[in-house]
């Protein structure tokens, strides 16, 4: 297989997962509160770096150069969205 039709068949794939991220309903608690917990609400990676109050270098957030983020996201939503309108749930131990 070349590598133009490796590079396609990546971005297909890529595309495929997106979707199948973006068409996933929410219909269990159990699922939306596991979902929550283990997203995180902002990027990890995001670092100051600071010695004796002093900034020495920042790192920025990086999740947005992950291919999926927002899907993942928009899944984080759906299930807050469904713990909240459907479940009662307060989302604010969520973020």
Do not use: W
Request: with cysteine.
């Amino acid at each position: 297989m070349n590598l133009l039709n490796k590079a396609h068949l990546n971005k297909h794939l890529l595309n495929q997962i997106r979707y199948q991220l973006e068409v996933v309903e929410i219909h269990d608690y159990n699922l939306a509160r596991l979902l929550c917990k283990i997203i995180p609400s902002h990027c990890p990676f995001e670092r100051t770096v600071k010695i004796n109050g002093r900034t020495l270098f920042r790192i920025p957030p990086l999740c947005k150069l992950n291919p999926l983020y927002e899907q993942v996201i928009g899944l984080r939503y759906k299930c807050l969205l469904y713990l909240v309108d459907v479940c009662g749930e307060d989302a604010t131990k969520y973020c």
